[in-house]
């Protein structure tokens, strides 16, 4: 009878342990799982470039020194994923998708969307180097201006030296009178120029610069020189102009809402390592500056180098010509505060 006893409280006591090992663990006993930070967290940020993935320069370069940095930086917070170039969105609709949302952040010219941020179309004609800018107050005032139209200026994303734009044509210019009736065609940040050296103006895509100088719809048009050799431009231009004139005037805007959802830390990483590309570009950009004219030079087109004389006329009154066609397209004070901005006392 005693061992009977025995045999059935051992059986009860397997069986009060064996409940208690399968009953659920109080909620405070259970260990929180770690957060990562790809659980939920991750920040995208869709990118699309005004330039072709071709382009060395202006798209490779930007990409692999300035996005996949900051996505490393981020460690997994934040993700730039590169979209592609014009085949994704036309270059003139490029500003208009940052505002609204439909991708994130561009690397686009900012006379593409100069009618959502009114004053930034002259960013080229800054007599600052994008590193000066950052220090003068340049910077801030032209994020300003972004920020009313529902953007956020990271920087420049082709912060570059004087004489970043060049002329091409199919008719040898010497003198100030070979420009006078001249066909040109290109983005409006040039009409003026070629309105104050005597020519006839016309707006052209990108994409259609080598099928109009083909065709000879126009005689001539200005571009960099990595657009020109992207496009083709070595195939139906027979002369280019020296001395080139003026900065890039692209830069790097971000949807306003959705920077404002990046937490202060990344936006700090962000402004920082756009400065510190900034301040590599510039060199990096005029060595290859060189080296593409040479590249196109060898190809058969001739390059003109203007007489000094003829040089100085025809910087002056292209950067003349930009200022007076910015203001009859916007009339009031914005140009004449971004002209005081832009020029050195």
């Known amino acids: 009878m005693k061992k009977k006893r025995m045999l059935v409280s051992v059986v ?6 064996y409940t208690f090992v399968m009953l659920p663990m109080p909620a405070y006993a259970q260990p929180a799982p770690k957060p990562t930070p790809s659980t939920g967290e991750t920040i995208t ?27 490393q930086l ?21 500003g208009a998708a940052v ?36 220090k003068n107050g340049v910077y801030e005032a032209i994020g300003e201006l972004y920020k009313k139209g529902g953007m956020f200026y990271l920087g420049r994303g082709e912060a570059t030296d004087q004489g970043y734009f060049i002329m091409f044509v199919n008719k040898p210019v010497e003198k100030r009178e070979d420009f006078k009736g001249l066909r040109f065609g290109g983005t409006t940040s040039f009409h003026g120029q070629y309105r104050e050296l005597g020519g006839v103006a016309s707006t052209l895509q990108t994409t259609e610069y080598n099928t109009a100088m083909e065709r000879g719809q126009v005689d001539g048009l200005t571009t960099s020189i990595y657009i020109a050799l992207a496009y083709g431009l070595q195939s139906v231009s027979k002369y280019v102009v020296q001395p080139g004139f003026w900065r890039s005037s692209v ?8 920077w404002n959802k990046i937490p202060p830390d990344l936006q700090k990483m962000m402004i920082s390592e756009m ?17 593409f004219i040479k590249k196109f030079a060898d190809t058969g087109a001739k390059l003109l180098n203007l007489a000094p004389d003829v040089a100085n006329w025809f910087v002056a009154a292209s950067t003349e010509g930009a200022w007076k066609y910015a203001q009859e397209r916007q009339p009031g004070d914005i140009i004449p505060k971004m002209r005081k901005l832009l020029t050195k006392k």
Not at 50 to 60: D, G, K, M
Not at 82 to 92: L, R
Not at 106 to 123: K, L, Q, R, S, W
Not at 251 to 258: E, F, V
């Open 275 to 291: 400065a510190a590309f900034e301040a590599k570009f510039a060199p990096y950009e005029l060595e290859q500056r060189n080296v």
């Open 12 to 17: 009860l006591a397997l069986l009060l342990a």
């Open 74 to 94: 981020a460690g997994g917070r934040l993700v730039i994923q590169v979209k592609g170039g014009p085949e994704v969105i036309p270059p003139f609709n490029l």
């Open 251 to 258: 830069a790097i805007p971000i949807n306003l809402a959705k």
């Open 45 to 71: 940020l869709n990118f699309v470039s005004f330039a072709p993935a071709a382009n060395v320069v202006e798209f490779q370069y930007i990409k692999k020194e300035l996005l996949e940095k900051i996505n």
């Open 99 to 134: 505002k609204n949302g439909t991708i994130d952040m561009a690397c686009i010219p900012n006379a593409f969307f100069e009618d959502m941020v009114p004053g930034i179309g002259v960013t080229h004609l800054s007599a600052f180097t994008a590193v000066e800018e950052r």
